[in-house]
């Protein structure tokens, strides 16, 4: 299995960590943690897999925002994964919702080395854990895209 850690050590992880949990008031630092690392491996698989349609769940696209957020922890994690990994916003309309999307995005992180938290990849209205942001996508819009909306409606 692939070290998260390996990805994004801990120091530039623990500002990423930091932002979710003010975005999130609450929220336990170890979830915060577990986001993280969830976003860390979702955009890693985004770039082992440029032309498939990936999508995070709801909660792992807390902290892909907040990786983003981090502009040179995000483009360090995407220059040592090997491709940058764009976001493509789009309002959230959990109508449109796939979970074959969120099924294959999961059955991918695996083929790439990944174990996959399974509690953090929840349907767009499941609401056991609660987070800012909200998760909506596009078709991919070119090599090493996946695509999410922006929608945080939490503190900035």
């Keep these: 299995m692939t070290n998260v850690t390996a990805l994004l050590e801990l120091p ?22 577990r986001i993280v690392d969830e976003a860390v491996k979702f955009t890693a698989t985004c770039a082992a897999f440029p032309d498939a349609r990936l999508r995070p769940s709801r909660v792992v696209d807390e902290g892909w925002h907040a990786l983003i957020l981090h502009t040179r922890v995000y483009s360090e994690l995407c220059e040592g994964v090997g491709r940058f990994v764009h976001h493509m916003p789009e309002p959230p309309d959990p109508s449109r919702h796939d979970p074959a999307e969120l099924t294959r995005t999961q059955e991918l992180m695996v ?39 922006c929608s945080n409606t939490g503190p900035n």
């Design 12 to 33: 530039k992880r623990a500002g990423v960590i930091r932002t979710v949990l003010d975005n999130n008031p609450g929220m336990e630092p170890d979830m915060a943690e």
């Design 111 to 149: 083929k790439a080395g990944f174990t996959v938290d399974d509690a953090l990849w929840l349907a767009p209205t499941g609401q056991s854990i609660p987070v800012a942001a909200g998760c909506e996508h596009s078709e991919p819009g070119g090599e090493g895209t996946c695509t999410g909306d």
